[in-house]
Antibody
């Protein structure tokens, strides 16, 4: 059974930092690309970042570029999101999501999400 | 950047057909994926690459993509289909784009 479990969410002050983790099981993590997607309270889905299976390609939404860093450790079957210079509008549930397919692929599995709250 | 436009809400009578649209410039040239999200839950993939259903998704869910509009159709709507539905594509800048979401209410 495919499972993605996020951790690391917390209440943090504006300007602070946080590192999210996503531990996966039930599939060969090292051959799949991964995304982070977030959802602000009462709002729609917003893509945050993408990382290829080998970490050779990384992409970011303009809203987080220069502040967030995506990474992975295939040996630990884990995906990470380092979030720096956090702002109130970064408050959201963050989902770890598996990408499946070659050309314009779909997200076929999602974690349960983890809440990040940025407030003073 | 590429924009996707979805109707805010759709109502459908129990057992009838719901049609959810996703508008984008020449969207027919892109692979469109659809996700269902119920309150307090993570999204679930219901249609991928325009018209393909993942295993476990009922045949009542179908998709199409033509011109500037992609469509998700829910036939014989059930109470359990009440949810927010999002379309998604990839932008040419290698970024993921989601539509704003459509809330489906089954009456």
């Amino acid at each position: 059974e495919v499972q993605l479990v996020e951790s690391g969410g917390d209440l943090v002050k504006p300007g602070g930092s946080l590192r999210l983790s996503c531990e996966v099981s039930g599939f060969t993590f090292s051959i799949f690309n991964m995304n982070w997607v977030r959802q602000a309270p009462g709002k729609g889905l917003e893509w945050v970042s993408f990382i290829s299976y080998s970490s050779s390609s990384k992409y970011y939404a303009d809203s987080v570029k220069g502040r967030f860093t995506i990474s992975r450790d295939n040996a630990k079957k884990s995906l990470y999101l380092q979030m720096d210079s956090l702002r109130a509008d970064d408050t959201a549930v963050y989902y770890c999501a598996r990408v499946n397919g070659d050309f314009e692929p779909q997200i076929d599995y999602w974690g349960q999400g983890i809440l990040v709250t940025v407030a003073s | 950047s590429y924009d996707l436009t979805q109707t805010l809400s759709v109502s459908v009578a129990l057992g009838q057909t719901a049609t959810i649209t996703c508008g984008g410039d020449n969207i027919e040239s892109k692979n469109v994926h659809w996700y269902q999200q119920k309150p307090g839950q993570a999204p679930v993939l219901v249609i991928y690459r325009d018209n393909n259903r993942p295993s476990g998704i009922p045949e009542r869910f179908s998709g199409s993509n033509s011109g500037n509009t992609a469509t998700l159709t829910i036939s014989r709507a059930q109470a359990g289909d009440e949810a927010e539905y999002y379309c998604q594509v990839w932008d040419t800048s290698a970024s993921v784009v989601f539509g704003g979401g459509t809330k489906v209410t089954v009456l």
